[in-house]
């Protein structure tokens, strides 16, 4: 048996997954797929927040105050827009695996850093290819 991928509670091995204990058998797994979860919904409440900034700031065009309603608007667009670009960057998308399993849609890992989610895919796509039963 060659072990591919072992580290964080996941091991890849030339026969099998194994994810926090549990062991999926590759010779089981069909379908095999990645995906990109849902982004944090406080990054596009504040990308929402930043847009409805907008309009009372327009409204206020109309007045004697004009310049004042346009600092404004645009103090709390650009605030809001780096609020929204910094959750993004900090809480990005997690990256996910599924397969089927046994006639069940499985979700086998998910992490947030891309180069450990990288690396058991590669892992997984070298096992697969060691293995003539997944071929």
Not at 11 to 27: D, I, K, P
Not at 61 to 72: M, P, R
Not at 114 to 125: K, L, P, Q, T
């Amino acid at each position: 048996m060659t072990i591919y991928y072992n580290h964080a509670g996941v091991q890849v091995t030339s026969h099998e997954l194994v994810v926090q204990g549990q062991r999926y058998q590759l010779n089981q797994l069909q379908r095999l797929r990645i995906a990109r979860g849902s982004a944090s919904p406080a990054g596009t409440i504040c990308a929402i927040l930043a847009v409805l900034f907008v309009l009372p700031g327009s409204c206020s065009l109309q007045t004697s105050a004009w310049t004042i309603g346009l600092g404004l608007t645009a103090i709390g667009v650009l605030a809001l827009g780096a609020a929204a670009l910094i959750i993004r960057r900090l809480r990005p998308r997690p990256f996910e695996m599924w397969a089927e399993h046994q006639g069940h849609t499985v979700q086998l890992f998910w992490t947030r850093d891309e180069r450990i989610f990288n690396g058991i895919r590669f892992a997984m796509v070298r096992a697969a290819q060691s293995d003539p039963l997944t071929r």
